[in-house]
Structures are given as structure tokens and as C-alpha cells.
């Protein structure tokens, strides 16, 4: 019996294993998320294993349960089953995690101590930053970027008591990594918990807005922008020295600075500091 339902099972995958053409299934083992398999039954299996399905069907209705505009996805550019397995790893790294249940009071105040950790380096804030979450009932997971997502960062609750906060390093300086990380606190923070909201560039929506001025304003308080403006000469010393008295990275109010077209984007992205992480772990 268990050989026939075998046996049924891989007729039945067969049919299917065209989905493999847009899953990308090398990317995926190149990061030790899948295992190589000698036929496409076998790594269709995997890919299944790896979302937690049975079949094309059951994957499509987990996809639109993360992304509501999977059934969409022609219209874009991206492969959305990239983003869709780049999603689901960060899932799989943040179940596996030890977190507190979550506590939006102690959250609210250890994001004030993550913004303390820009000017630190990248051994310094990444552990303290993911214990500070941990500690509040958010898991923080970094995950490399497939090919085709273009996606920076996802928010998502995995339980009533869990969040997930997932960054990609998409565009890998420190101020990018600083303002998607509160972009995404602000969705804990500030909205439900039934919505997945994944930040890959699109139109933004009035929800999307408010966590972008969340993270702006966390960063350098208005009060403090307000000094910023308002230094005219905006010199490689000048910033340095106005960083230390926000208390943000150089990098940060470079970005910022950009960002409001008071210095051009080409200026300054020395005082921008590149960022490279350890290689992930690979839980079973």
C-alpha cells in the first residue's frame, strides 16, 4: 500500500513538475535551501517539503494568503515564486528562534535602543538588535536576496504572539538597512496583524506612507531635522559632526539629506557604510 500510494504520488507530481520552470530551484540549493535532487519529481517534492504544500494548488493558495497580489504577478517585472520562496525562507528561520511573547510596550522602547546601535558595526548591532526584538516578541531574520525579487523588506505575524520582521540587504549601505528596518517596525507598531507587507518599490499605499514617515521620523526627529535643514554648508565634516549630535550614522543622515533633495545623490555616499553579514544558518 505504501508503495502504490508512492508510486500514485510521483504520477501525480509528474503533471505538475512544470512549476519548476519558475521556481528558482538553483538560487535556492546555492543557498542550502534545497537539497539537489537527480529528477524533477524528486526536486519538486523539495520544493513542496520547503513551502509546506502538497501541490501546485494548495502552493498558490499559500502564496495568495502572503501575497495578495500573487494571482497579479504578470503585471510585474519580479518572479513572484522568488519572492515567494525568499518569504517563506524567512519564515522557516524565525520559527525556529526563541522569542518572548510579544510585548508592544517593551517593543516600542527597545526600538529606542536599536536606533542607539547606527553607528555601530555590523558584529555590534546585529545580535543586540535581534535579542532586543527577540525580547519583545519579534523575530529578526536577514535573508540573501533571490534573483528577480526586489524585495527589501517583509512584515508579517506568524502567530498572535510572534511578528516577523525579514530584511534582504537589497541595496546593502547602512542607510537603507535603517530606514526598511523601522519601515517595518512601524507595520508592528501601527497595523493589524492579519497583513503580510512586503516592501519590493511598488505604488504605495496610504499604510505604506505612514511607515515610511514612522521610520523617517524615528530616525532624526523633526525637531532635529529642522537643525539639519538648516545647516547650509553641508560638508563632509558638517555631517559628521551633525550625525554625532542626532545620534544616527553619518550614513543615515547622508541618505536623508538625499532623500530631501538638499544634496545631490551622488554626494557624500563615502560617509554611506557598506554592510556584510555572516553567511545565514540553515535550519533543518
Known sequence: REALALSQESQRLSTEVDLLKRIPVKAMTNLGWLQPSKNEVDQLRAVYT???VASAAALEEWAASRVPSFRQSKAYVVNTYAVLAWIRRG????????CAPYDSHL?????????????EPVDVFEPRMKRLCADAG???????????????????????????????????????????????????????????FVESGRVKDDREQEADRFAADFLIPP?????????????????????V?????????????????IIPR????????????????HPR
Open 138 to 196: 519579534v523575530a529578526l531574520v536577514f535573508v540573501p536576496e533571490l534573483p528577480r525579487t526586489c524585495a527589501w523588506g517583509v512584515t508579517q505575524w506568524l502567530s498572535g504572539e510572534r511578528a516577523l520582521i525579514q530584511l534582504s540587504l537589497r541595496y546593502k549601505t547602512d542607510d537603507h538597512l535603517w530606514l526598511t528596518f523601522f519601515h517595518e517596525a512601524a507595520h508592528i507598531v501601527l497595523h493589524g496583524k492579519r497583513d503580510v
Open 223 to 243: 525637531m532635529q531635522m529642522d537643525r539639519v535643514r538648516a545647516c547650509v554648508r553641508c560638508s563632509r565634516a558638517a555631517v559628521r559632526a551633525l550625525a
Open 107 to 119: 517593543f516600542r522602547q527597545n526600538l529606542h535602543l536599536i536606533r542607539n546601535l547606527t553607528r
Open 245 to 261: 549630535e542626532v545620534g544616527v550614522s553619518a550614513g543615515i543622515l547622508v541618505g536623508r539629506l538625499q532623500h530631501e533633495n
Open 91 to 98: 519564515e522557516i528561520e524565525a520559527l525556529g528562534r526563541q
Open 50 to 52: 520547503f513551502f509546506g
Open 266 to 281: 551622488s554626494h557624500l555616499n563615502d560617509l554611506k557604510r557598506r554592510l556584510e553579514f555572516r553567511a545565514p544558518e
